[in-house]
């Protein structure tokens, strides 16, 4: 079992930066590949980015790429997503994932991640 926390969402002008945070608890995160998704009401859950359990991958959605960066630390239980160059159409929930595995894998669809964040909010005013 695995709970995860999100914080550091907010509001910020368009162009501008946010980190989000989500604190994992349990002993076994580095055991875990884990993501960010984001979701607007009434619209589908949308994978944003993922990284393996050891760090050494990363995966993005074409809308991201080159403005999101995914990292962690797996000494402190966290994973970051930097966000860049922010834009209206990224104001979403952003959810954060998780999903143990023994193989550097990780995915892209919410069924594939079985342990869920409550979220953080990310509001871009144009």
């Known amino acids: 079992q695995v709970q995860l926390v999100e914080s550091g969402g907010g509001l910020v002008p368009a162009g501008d930066s946010l980190r989000l945070s989500c604190a994992a608890s349990?002993?076994?995160?580095?055991?875990?590949?884990m993501a960010w998704f984001r979701q607007v009401p009434g619209k589908e859950r949308e994978f944003v980015a993922a990284?393996?359990?050891?760090?050494?991958?990363?995966r993005y959605a074409d809308s991201v790429k080159g403005r999101f960066t995914i990292s962690r630390d797996n000494a402190k239980n966290t994973v970051f997503l930097r966000m860049n160059s922010l834009k209206p159409e990224d104001t979403a929930g952003y959810y954060c994932?998780?999903?143990?595995?023994?193989?550097?894998?990780?995915?892209?669809?919410?069924?594939?991640?079985?342990?869920w964040g409550q979220g953080t909010q990310v509001t871009v005013s144009s």
């Open positions: 349990g002993r076994t995160f580095s055991s875990y590949a």
């Open positions: 994932a998780a999903r143990g595995t023994s193989f550097q894998a990780m995915g892209n669809t919410p069924m594939w991640y079985n342990y």
């Open positions: 990284i393996t359990a050891s760090g050494d991958s990363t």
